[in-house]
Each structure stands twice: as structure tokens, then as C-alpha cells.
């Protein structure tokens, strides 16, 4: 017969192996280290990914002793880039900056991928959202969005709009935009920021949707016009610049996101150090410093929350995809 007193010894040893098995667990994360050094692909250039990738590198490298190594491979709408990193060794030496278009958007978008977003990659932490700017060439003329959207209907063939890569949320925001608002308007997609606002400040497009931190500084120098953000609230720093719903397209919002992701199968052990690390150095002043500069939301979401996130995503943007008959082009 159990006494009071054995059920109670009982429960202290199954608390204390509980314990142990957990404090087990949490040592190993934290003793696991890379062996050699890591490559971090970006699957875009010239972008906040690029930029958070070169950020975070430094202080990845500080934090566990070995070179971590930026590599851009763009294309294809960030598959190129997504792909290489599915089929890699699952060994924690090479990790991926995701973004929308190649985690959740393309899986609509495109006929075939040639990866699974969900089976093929391992999630680390959403690191990062934000919203967008819609900005146009000061050249065209456009004072607000009803200016902007009275303009492309009267002359659909006049405007072009670039986007940072094929299937991104800089693409289908516009798309979005289109489909509410009812205008016409060319997409030129590009591979990355860097040319797609090179070329509106030239002229040669009229529009886009871009992150803060692609063309805060254009704004401010006067190069770029800043019509609207896609939140559902106004930028602190830009406090007289409305949202699209406020300026006549209801309940519209868009937020683009980055994170960090590893190849399936990669031990959870690997995982969880990354995490921990990861959201050490989402969490430094100077990181936090740098990230509010560009309008960023600080996440530093566990593993889980950002799997949850991306599933999510896939439904949120593939009911866009269906509802404005964007496709890959």
C-alpha cells in the first residue's frame, strides 16, 4: 500500500529526473557549436534580408566561435536560394534568411516548387516584421493614393511597378492593391531592392512597395514620394503619412518578415542553440537600435511560433494569390 509519504517521494524523483532531463537538454543546446564555418544564403540581394544577414554575422561568429559567411543567391523568386539550403547537410554549417515570397507565397504562386517550405526547412526564429511603404517617382506627379489610382486607370499602360523578387510581398501587395482598388499596372520584378529602387529613382518604373529601410533615405532626400504604409497603424517616424485603409481601401494591410531556418532534419539539439543565440542578439541594444532605425518589429520567435507563423502565411497570401490570379511569370 502507498503511503502519503511514498506518493510523495514518488513525485519528488519523477520532478527531480524531469528536471535533470530537462537541464540535459538545455546544456546540450547550449554546448553544441558549429565545427567549421557556416554559410548564411540570402535568397535575394540588395535587401533588408541581405542587411540583417551582414548584421547578425558578425555577432553570430562572436557568439559561437566559428566564420559565418554571407552568400546571395537570387532567383526564381527566392527558390533558388530556399533550395540550396532544403537539400544541404542537416548539420547546422548552413542556415537560410526566408523571407514571404520563397516560406509562404510561392507555394500558390508557382506551378512546381522545387522544395517543400514546410518539410524541407527547419524553422529557427522569426526574427523580424514589418509593414511597407508605398512610394512612387516624384517625376509622376502623384500628390496621394486616390491621385495614384485615378492616374493608373486613366492610363494603365503609362505606370509600371517593381518588385523585389517574383512572389515576394513587394509583389503582391501591389497585386492586393490592384485588385482592391480596380487599376491596371505593369509589374517588373527584380532581384532585389537595390535595382528595382535604382530604377524607379530613374524613372524607368513609376511605384513599388518597399520595407522602410530600402528607401527611408531616398524619401528623405526628396528622390522617392512616400504615399502610404500597409499597416494598420502610421509609422512613429512618419506620423503624417496614412495607412492605405485610411486612405480609402479598407481593412487593407501587408507586413513583409524575415527569419532564420535551417535544413529539415536538423538536430534539435543545432536548433536550439541557433535560438538561443539568435534571440541574444536580437536583443542588443545596438541590434535593437539598428532594426527600429529601419521601421523593423523585433520577434525573436521560438521555433514553434514561427513554424505556426509560416503555415499561417502559406493561407493568408495563397488566398491573395487565388483571388487576384497573380502567377509566376
Do not use: Y
Given at each position: 500500500m502507498n503511503t502519503p509519504l511514498k506518493l510523495a517521494g514518488s513525485l519528488l524523483a519523477?520532478?527531480?529526473?524531469?528536471?535533470?532531463?530537462?537541464?540535459a537538454s538545455a546544456q546540450a543546446a547550449a554546448d553544441w557549436r558549429p565545427s567549421k564555418p557556416v554559410r548564411i544564403i540570402v535568397p535575394i540581394?540588395?535587401?533588408?534580408?541581405?542587411?540583417?544577414?551582414?548584421?547578425?554575422?558578425?555577432?553570430?561568429?562572436?557568439?559561437?566561435?566559428?566564420?559565418?559567411?554571407?552568400e546571395n543567391k537570387p532567383g526564381a523568386g527566392g527558390n533558388i536560394g530556399a533550395g540550396e539550403v532544403a537539400r544541404a547537410a542537416p548539420d547546422g554549417h548552413t542556415l537560410l534568411i526566408g523571407y514571404n515570397g520563397p516560406l509562404a507565397i510561392n507555394v500558390t504562386l508557382f506551378d512546381k516548387m522545387p522544395y517543400d517550405p514546410v518539410k524541407d526547412l527547419a524553422p529557427i526564429t522569426l526574427a523580424v516584421k514589418s509593414p511597407q511603404y508605398l512610394v512612387v517617382n516624384p517625376d509622376t506627379g502623384i500628390t496621394d493614393v486616390k491621385d495614384f489610382i485615378a492616374k493608373a486607370k486613366a492610363d494603365p499602360k503609362k505606370y509600371a511597378y517593381g518588385s523585389v523578387a517574383m512572389g515576394s510581398a513587394s509583389h503582391l501587395t501591389m497585386e492586393m492593391m490592384k485588385s482592391a482598388a480596380g487599376f491596371q499596372m505593369t509589374h517588373v520584378p527584380y532581384r532585389g531592392a537595390g535595382p528595382a529602387v535604382t530604377d524607379l529613382i530613374a524613372g524607368n518604373i513609376?511605384?513599388?512597395?518597399?520595407?522602410?529601410g530600402n528607401v527611408q533615405g531616398f524619401v528623405k532626400e526628396g528622390r522617392l514620394k512616400l504615399l502610404a504604409t500597409t499597416g494598420t497603424r502610421r509609422f512613429p517616424s512618419t506620423p503624417s503619412i496614412p495607412t492605405l485603409a485610411e486612405s480609402g481601401l479598407k481593412d487593407f494591410e501587408a507586413t513583409s518578415w524575415i527569419g532564420l531556418l535551417?535544413?529539415?532534419?536538423?538536430?534539435?539539439?543545432?536548433?536550439n542553440s541557433y535560438h538561443q543565440t539568435m534571440v541574444r542578439?536580437?536583443?542588443?541594444?545596438?541590434?535593437?537600435?539598428?532594426?527600429?532605425?529601419?521601421?523593423?518589429?523585433?520577434?525573436?520567435?521560438?521555433?514553434?511560433?514561427?513554424?505556426?507563423?509560416?503555415?499561417?502565411e502559406i493561407k493568408r497570401w495563397g488566398a491573395v494569390i487565388k483571388s487576384t490570379g497573380a502567377k509566376a511569370e
Open positions: 519523477l520532478c527531480a529526473a524531469a528536471f535533470c532531463a530537462s537541464s540581394t540588395g535587401s533588408t534580408n541581405d542587411v540583417l544577414a551582414r548584421m547578425i554575422a558578425p555577432k553570430l561568429q562572436e557568439a559561437l566561435g566559428q566564420p559565418f559567411f554571407v513609376q511605384a513599388g512597395f518597399f520595407v522602410p535551417a535544413p529539415a532534419n536538423t538536430p534539435p539539439a543545432i536548433i542578439v536580437l536583443n542588443q541594444p545596438d541590434i535593437q537600435k539598428q532594426l527600429h532605425d529601419m521601421e523593423f518589429e523585433v520577434v525573436a520567435s521560438t521555433p514553434r511560433e514561427f513554424s505556426d507563423w509560416i503555415g499561417t
